[in-house]
């Protein structure tokens, strides 16, 4: 009777210490930057400023350990192994950037190719002509040069997570970002004032922008959580961006701050970069 006792209360033990492990809750969650087949397509060849902001987003997913979602150079392969998959998914983001028409049939194959059940959308624009046209960010950057134009241009972010069950949106947001300086300049000239441009958007993303994002988001699939990313161990801030922002004139930054920038980035590719301050939208 006593072993049959010992047995019972060494199997409830167990449970006890497994139950907890199994009950957390994860989602899986597909992130497109509407310029995901545009690679090396710029003037620049930069990455384009919503691939930017998805890569920060998956890290900052991932990060978490309740979302999973899959890198930008994995949902690229796959596609480029499944032609009808990647021909389906460029309709899809071309539609979107078109006219914001979401074709809820296409997503869901995306999302099942990826076995997903949520998709992210990210797109960013240059809204111009009281937004009857828009623009790509670094095609701005090389007409403003080249014509030297001044004009109060702002940076436009639209993120939109689909629900590509029940075929609706969960959440969605537009973010806003005046990109020229006070004199409305908003120009390159050198290669210097060009690099200087993409680490500014970088940090902008990485300190305040993909952070509002995927904190939204995540408080989308957990309401109840006080602390919208419990895994991650460093949260102490960097505050690159504010540095940027402050200590120079944007875009036309000072040559020294440049250099520290550039020479950051070149040995390690934002790899050692640490999270701002919660950040949350309205």
């Given at each position: 009777?006593k072993n049959?006792?010992?047995?019972?209360?060494a199997v409830?033990m167990l449970?006890?210490?497994?139950?907890?492990a199994?009950?957390?809750?994860?989602f899986?969650?597909v992130?497109?930057?509407v310029?995901l087949?545009?690679?090396c397509?710029?003037y620049y060849?930069?990455?384009?400023?919503?691939?930017i902001?998805?890569?920060d987003?998956?890290e900052?997913?991932?990060?978490?350990g309740?979302?999973?979602?899959?890198?930008l150079?994995?949902?690229?392969?796959?596609?480029?192994?499944?032609?009808?998959?990647r021909?389906?998914?460029?309709k899809v983001?071309a539609?979107?950037?078109k006219?914001?028409?979401l074709?809820?049939?296409?997503l869901k194959e995306?999302s099942?190719?990826?076995?997903?059940?949520?998709i992210?959308?990210i797109?960013?624009?240059?809204?111009?002509?009281?937004?009857v046209?828009?623009?790509n960010?670094w095609?701005?950057?090389v007409?403003?040069t080249?014509?030297d134009?001044?004009?109060?241009y702002t940076?436009?972010?639209n993120?939109?997570?689909?629900?590509?069950?029940?075929?609706?949106v969960?959440?969605?947001n537009?973010y806003t970002?005046?990109i020229?300086?006070n004199n409305?300049?908003?120009?390159?000239?050198?290669?210097?004032?060009?690099?200087?441009?993409?680490?500014?958007?970088?940090?902008y993303?990485k300190?305040?922008?993909s952070?509002?994002?995927?904190q939204?988001?995540?408080?989308?699939?957990f309401?109840?959580t006080?602390?919208?990313?419990?895994?991650?161990?460093?949260t102490?801030p960097?505050?690159a961006?504010?540095?940027?922002e402050s200590?120079?004139n944007?875009?036309?930054?000072q040559?020294?701050?440049?250099?520290?920038q550039?020479?950051?980035y070149s040995e390690?590719e934002?790899?050692n970069?640490?999270y701002g301050?919660?950040v949350f939208s309205?």
């Open positions: 009777m049959i006792i010992k047995i019972i209360f409830f449970l006890i210490m497994i139950l907890p199994k009950a957390m809750v994860t899986n969650v992130v497109l930057p310029d087949f545009k690679v397509a710029n060849c930069y990455p384009e400023v919503s691939e902001i998805s890569t987003v998956i900052n997913f991932n990060a978490t309740r979302i999973n979602s899959p890198s150079n994995y949902v690229r392969k796959t596609m480029a192994a499944n032609e009808t998959l021909k389906q998914t460029y983001l539609e979107y950037t006219s914001k028409n074709d809820f049939a296409g995306i099942k190719a990826f076995n997903a059940k949520s992210l959308i797109s960013n624009t240059v809204p111009i002509d009281k937004e046209a828009r623009r960010v095609e701005m950057l007409l403003s080249n014509f134009v001044s004009y109060p940076m436009e972010t993120a939109v997570l689909l629900d590509t069950v029940n075929d609706l969960m959440w969605s537009t970002k005046k020229s300086d409305d300049n908003f120009k390159a000239p050198n290669a210097s004032d060009a690099y200087a441009i993409l680490e500014y958007f970088k940090m993303s300190d305040i922008l952070k509002s994002i995927s939204n988001i995540y408080l989308r699939f309401p109840k006080i602390d919208p990313q419990p895994l991650v161990n460093d102490k960097e505050g961006y504010f540095r940027f200590d120079s944007i875009p036309a930054l040559n020294q701050l440049i250099q520290q550039r020479q950051k390690s934002d790899d970069e640490q301050d919660t309205d």
